[in-house]
C-alpha cells in the first residue's frame, strides 16, 4: 500500500524564478509574475492555466510558487495554491504560516480560488489572499471552481484574512481563454 | 528556494494495516477501522485525532489510509482526507479516482470534512463519502472546521457523491474529546 506521495515543481519553474525572481515592487508587478507563471504552465504542458505563489508582505520578497500540477502529478489536490502554501511552509518548517506585524505572508493566485483551496487558506496562515482572474472566468472555459460559501470574501475577512479580487484580472482571464480555445484538458 | 514536498504515513501505520487491513466486511467494520486510525494517532503523537481511508466499492478493498499530520509533517493541507485520497491516486496513478459501476470509491472519514477536505472530495473521484463524528463534535473541542456551505451534503450529492453520515459517531467523538480532556493541541 503507498504511504508516502510527492509533489514537485517542473524542472522550467527553476530557470523562470531565477530570471523573474525578484524585486517585486508592487501588487501588479507580482500578479503579472503569477499570471505569467499560468501561462508558461500551458506552454510547457505541465498543467492547468493557473499558477499562485506566496510573498512576505513587508519585504515583498518571493517564498514559494506553485502551478496547477494536477495532471502531471496525477493528484487532485496539486492545485497552484495548495502547491505554493506547502512550499513555503516547508520553507519555514512550519504548518502554519507566522502572522505578526513583522513577518506576514500573502498568497497571490492567478484565479480566485476554488472550494478545496479556498478552504486551505485559514489553515495556512497567510494574512491575504490576491486573485485576478474571477470564478466565472474559470467556469466560462469549462473548469469547476466547486461549492463555495456564497458571502467566501467576507468569511476570510471575518477571519482577519485581507482579500483583493480582480488585480489584473483580464491579463489572468485571457490565459485561461486561450486554454479554452487550444482545447486544453479540463480536469 | 523549496520545490519539492512529501508527505508520509507514520511508521506504526504499517504494523496496523497489515493487521487490520482486511476483510472488511460492512460499513461499521470499516468506519471502527478508521476510527481506531484516529485514536492512535493521537496515542502514537503523530497528529491530531482524525483518520481517514479509502475502499473499493465493490469489494470492500482498503486502497489508502489517511491520518491528520498537520503538526507532525508541518503542512496544514495534511489532513487525514487529503493524505488518504492523494494515497488512493498514487496508487491508480490517476488524479481522479475512476468512477464506474465495475470500479468505483469510498472515502471513510472519522469526521466530518472541514471546508478543504470538503471542497476537495469532488476533484478526487470518490463516488461515496461516509462520515462518523459531526461538525460540531470537533468544534466542541476546539477545532475550526472551516466555512463550509451551508447545504453541503446536497451540494455532494448533486454532484452525485453519496453521503452517509453519524455512523459510529460516538465512537469517533469519544476519541476526539479524550483528546481534548489530555489538552492534546488544537491547531
Same mark, same amino acid.
Request: aromatic letters at 8%.
Given at each position: 500500500?503507498?504511504? +508516502?506521495?510527492?509533489?514537485?515543481?517542473?524542472? !522550467?519553474?527553476?530557470?523562470?524564478?531565477?530570471?523573474?525572481?525578484?524585486? $517585486?515592487? @508592487?501588487?501588479?508587478?507580482?500578479?503579472?509574475?503569477?499570471?505569467?507563471?499560468?501561462?508558461?504552465?500551458? &506552454?510547457?504542458?505541465?498543467?492547468?492555466? $493557473? %499558477?499562485? *505563489?506566496?510573498?512576505?508582505?513587508?519585504?515583498?520578497?518571493?517564498?514559494?510558487?506553485?502551478?496547477?500540477?494536477?495532471?502531471?502529478?496525477? $493528484?487532485?489536490?496539486?492545485? *497552484?495554491?495548495?502547491?505554493?502554501?506547502?512550499?513555503? &511552509?516547508? =520553507? $519555514?518548517?512550519?504548518?502554519?504560516?507566522?502572522?505578526?506585524? @513583522?513577518?506576514?505572508?500573502?498568497?497571490?493566485?492567478?484565479?480566485?480560488?476554488?472550494?478545496?483551496?479556498?478552504?486551505?487558506?485559514? !489553515?495556512?496562515?497567510? *494574512?491575504?489572499?490576491?486573485? =485576478?482572474?474571477? @470564478? &466565472?472566468?474559470?467556469? *466560462? +472555459?469549462?473548469?469547476?471552481?466547486?461549492?463555495?460559501?456564497?458571502? !467566501?470574501?467576507?468569511?476570510?475577512?471575518?477571519?482577519?484574512? &485581507?482579500?483583493? +479580487?480582480? +488585480?489584473?484580472?483580464?491579463?489572468?482571464?485571457?490565459?485561461?481563454?486561450?486554454?479554452?480555445?487550444?482545447? %486544453?484538458?479540463?480536469?
Amino acid at each position: 500500500m503507498e504511504c +508516502v506521495f510527492s509533489i514537485e515543481l517542473p524542472q !522550467w519553474t527553476k530557470e523562470y524564478i531565477r530570471q523573474n525572481g525578484e524585486p $517585486f515592487s @508592487d501588487l501588479e508587478e507580482k500578479m503579472r509574475f503569477v499570471i505569467e507563471l499560468s501561462r508558461r504552465n500551458v &506552454q510547457e504542458k505541465t498543467g492547468g492555466p $493557473f %499558477g499562485a *505563489a506566496v510573498f512576505e508582505q513587508n519585504s515583498g520578497r518571493l517564498v514559494s510558487i506553485g502551478v496547477n500540477l494536477v495532471t502531471s502529478s496525477g $493528484f487532485s489536490a496539486a492545485h *497552484a495554491e495548495i502547491v505554493a502554501l506547502s512550499l513555503a &511552509q516547508k =520553507a $519555514f518548517s512550519c504548518g502554519r504560516l507566522p502572522n505578526r506585524q @513583522d513577518c506576514s505572508f500573502e498568497l497571490f493566485s492567478s484565479c480566485q480560488p476554488c472550494a478545496m483551496c479556498l478552504g486551505a487558506i485559514p !489553515w495556512s496562515g497567510v *494574512a491575504s489572499v490576491v486573485c =485576478a482572474a474571477r @470564478d &466565472q472566468d474559470a467556469r *466560462a +472555459v469549462g473548469f469547476d471552481e466547486g461549492h463555495k460559501p456564497r458571502r !467566501w470574501r467576507e468569511g476570510l475577512r471575518q477571519r482577519g484574512i &485581507q482579500v483583493a +479580487v480582480d +488585480v489584473l484580472r483580464k491579463q489572468a482571464a485571457a490565459v485561461l481563454n486561450s486554454y479554452g480555445q487550444q482545447g %486544453g484538458q479540463i480536469y
